[in-house]
T-cell receptor, first 112, second 110 residues
C-alpha cells in the first residue's frame, strides 16, 4: 500500500540533545513538508522541499534542520537550539497542492 | 502566518444532527481544502473546492465557497459518533504551500 510513514510514534529528548524524526513516503510525491502542532492549535510549517536536494524554511524553522537526499525521505532534526520542542510533528507529501496533502500519523516529541 | 480561521472553535451536537463549520481567509485563493484529524493522528484530506466553484458534495459532506466574502463552510449531514474529530480548512499561499487554520473540534454524542 502506498503511504507515508513517520517514526518513531513517541520520542523523548533530554535537554541539549539533538533528535531526528523519520519521514518516508512511497507515493512518488515530489513535495514533502514538516509541520508542528501544539495542543489545541493548528499546524505551523517548519520546512518544506519541492524537489530532491532542495528545501526551504517555513514559518518556524529556527532550531530545526532537514535534508532531502532521496525523493522518498525527508528527515527532520530537532536541535538543542529549539528551546520548546515538545509538540506533535506531522510530515506530509503531495504531488501538487491541487491534489491535497497526504499526512503521516505523526511523532509526539517530549522533552524530559 | 495563519490564513484560515475556523468558527466555531468547538461544536457539540447529537448524533443525527447536522454540523456546520465555517472558515474565513484573508487573501485570494486558487482552492480551499478541508481536512479531518482524529485525536493523536495525522490529517486526512476530505475535499477540495476550486475558486471558481461555489458548492461541492462528497457523500455526507457539503462544502460551499464564497470568494466575495472570503469564506467557506463545511456541512456534515446526519452526523455520527465516528465523525468526532477536529476539522481544518487550508488555503494555498503564494509559494504553493498550504496554510492551515486553527481548526474546529467537533464532538458528536451518541
Amino acid at each position: 500500500d502506498g503511504g507515508i510513514t513517520q517514526s518513531p510514534k513517541y520520542l523523548f529528548r533530554k535537554e541539549g540533545q539533538n533528535v531526528t524524526l523519520s519521514c518516508e513516503q512511497n507515493l512518488n510525491h515530489d513535495a514533502m513538508y514538516w509541520y508542528r502542532q501544539d495542543p489545541g492549535q493548528g499546524l505551523r510549517l517548519i520546512y518544506y522541499s519541492q524537489i530532491v536536494n532542495d528545501f526551504q524554511k517555513g514559518d518556524i524553522a529556527e532550531g530545526y534542520s532537514v535534508s532531502r537526499e532521496k525523493k522518498e525521505s525527508f528527515p527532520l532534526t530537532v536541535t538543542s537550539a529549539q528551546k520548546n520542542p515538545t509538540a506533535f510533528y506531522l510530515c506530509a507529501s503531495s504531488i501538487g497542492s491541487w491534489y491535497g496533502y497526504t499526512f503521516g500519523s505523526g511523532t509526539r516529541l517530549t522533552v524530559v | 502566518s495563519q490564513q484560515g480561521e475556523e468558527d466555531p472553535q468547538a461544536l457539540s451536537i447529537q448524533e443525527g444532527e447536522n454540523a456546520t463549520m465555517n472558515c474565513s481567509y484573508k487573501t485570494s485563493i486558487n482552492n480551499l481544502q478541508w481536512y479531518r484529524q482524529n485525536s493523536g493522528r495525522g490529517l486526512v484530506h476530505l475535499i477540495l473546492i476550486r475558486s471558481n466553484e461555489r458548492e461541492k458534495h462528497s457523500g455526507r459532506l457539503r462544502v460551499t465557497l464564497d470568494t466575495s466574502k472570503k469564506s467557506s463552510s463545511l456541512l456534515i449531514t446526519a452526523s455520527r459518533a465516528a465523525d468526532t474529530a477536529s476539522y481544518f480548512c487550508a488555503t494555498e499561499d503564494q509559494g504553493g504551500k498550504l496554510i492551515f487554520g486553527q481548526g474546529t473540534e467537533l464532538s458528536v454524542k451518541p
